[in-house]
């Protein structure tokens, strides 16, 4: 009785740690997206404007397909790395706390595309060119730590690397969001374009409306008619992409789950058969309290004080034993008190039904005995 309680809390503790990382607010809008692994470093162009000028008839040729809303490029998406580097604000002092952010090279509908909200200024666009001045949006968590007081629009940050030595000017404040998985506390990021930052982009996300299955063969047949040699490694949807990120934590609500529902079985079993066996020995005794005029109500609560005590020993020495593994494994959990009452109230509910249930059968058997058989038995 006692590891059937302990087991029921943990895998309510596991099952709800697992609701709340699926609840968590992303950021952006994982539904209705298409996340294609893209290869273009086996095109053979080099990292200059020709490579990003190929990003963009991709995306306009992906975007007049019926059905795609919009697309863009990108270095990175959710849980695909990640580049982090030193900053400072031009004419700040820098501090170890906040210098160190993400770092996203993105196309200029990649905001739309993830559904990933502007706060504040504008999103990066097709003006934002080779020449033109060199920008970035950042994300509110940024803004908040190198510009606590003021607006960022406008401000100038740099890099710890020569070639982005303060030169680079806030344009945009984009909503927070997670980047590498869904547990991890808000990040200091800054999102550049393409057509300033050259390189090999390995994602390609696509907002889509409608049937996935008519979308992604046009949307392979589009790349491959702006250039044939881009390679696709993979293709997944982005709701697909965040939720697995979560195999660990949906392994071991499952197995939790099993293993408390297992012990949960066989507690019911043990109760029902040892309360079958204690009424088949006390068959003359409930006959004889029948005989003097028991009601059979009396047997019947008689046959269930035994679940009571039972049940009350075994949740007095489960219930502390859960509360302390819960905080053993608080690592393992998210988003739940230190004594998460909701997992406790549940579980011991369950148990108390389930005991109830089993012991209702023998209980049953001993209100139904006949008192002159009872004692002729005897």
Request: charged share 20%; glycine share 8%; aromatic share 8%.
């Amino acid at each position: 009785m006692t590891l059937s309680i302990v087991l029921l809390i943990g895998a309510g503790l596991f099952v709800r740690s697992l609701i709340n990382l699926r609840n968590i607010d992303t950021g952006f809008h994982k539904e209705s997206v298409l996340v294609l692994g893209v290869d273009t470093a086996s095109i053979g162009y080099k990292e200059d404007a020709r490579l990003a000028e190929l990003y963009q008839q991709v995306e306009q040729r992906v975007s007049a397909v019926p059905g795609v809303r919009s697309s863009s490029f990108s270095m990175f998406t959710f849980n695909q790395g990640h580049w982090s580097s030193r900053a400072y604000a031009l004419g700040q002092t820098p501090s170890p706390e906040t210098e160190r952010i993400q770092n996203n090279v993105v196309g200029p509908a990649f905001f739309t595309t993830m559904g990933l909200p502007m706060m504040l200024g504008r999103a990066l666009g097709p003006h934002d060119t080779e020449k033109s001045l060199k920008v970035a949006v950042i994300n509110e968590t940024m803004a908040g730590r190198f510009f606590p007081n003021e607006s960022p629009i406008g401000r100038r940050f740099g890099l710890e690397l020569p070639e982005h030595s303060g030169d680079t000017e806030i344009v945009g404040v984009a909503k927070d969001a997670k980047y590498e998985n869904l547990r991890e506390e808000p990040r200091a990021a800054a999102y550049y374009p393409y057509t300033q930052h050259f390189g090999y982009l390995g994602n390609f996300e696509v907002r889509f409306s409608g049937n996935l299955r008519g979308i992604v063969p046009e949307v392979r047949c589009a790349i491959g008619e702006v250039n044939r040699n881009v390679s696709i490694t993979e293709v997944r949807t982005l709701a697909e992409q965040v939720d697995g990120s979560l195999v660990a934590q949906k392994l071991m609500a499952r197995l939790s789950s099993f293993f408390g529902l297992l012990a949960l079985l066989l507690a019911s079993i043990g109760i029902y058969g040892v309360l079958w066996y204690a009424v088949a020995r006390r068959t003359s005794e409930v006959g004889l309290r029948m005989a003097l005029g028991a009601k059979a109500s009396n047997v019947v609560w008689l046959v269930m004080g035994d679940v009571v005590a039972l049940v009350t020993v075994g949740l007095a020495i489960g219930v502390p034993a859960a509360v302390a593994l819960e905080r053993l494994v608080s690592t393992m959990l998210f988003g739940l008190t230190n004594v998460d009452a909701v997992s406790i109230a549940t579980a011991v509910t369950v148990l108390v039904a389930v005991s109830g249930v089993a012991a209702y059968l023998p209980a049953r058997r001993a209100s139904r005995v006949d008192p002159m058989t009872a004692l002729r038995y005897e």
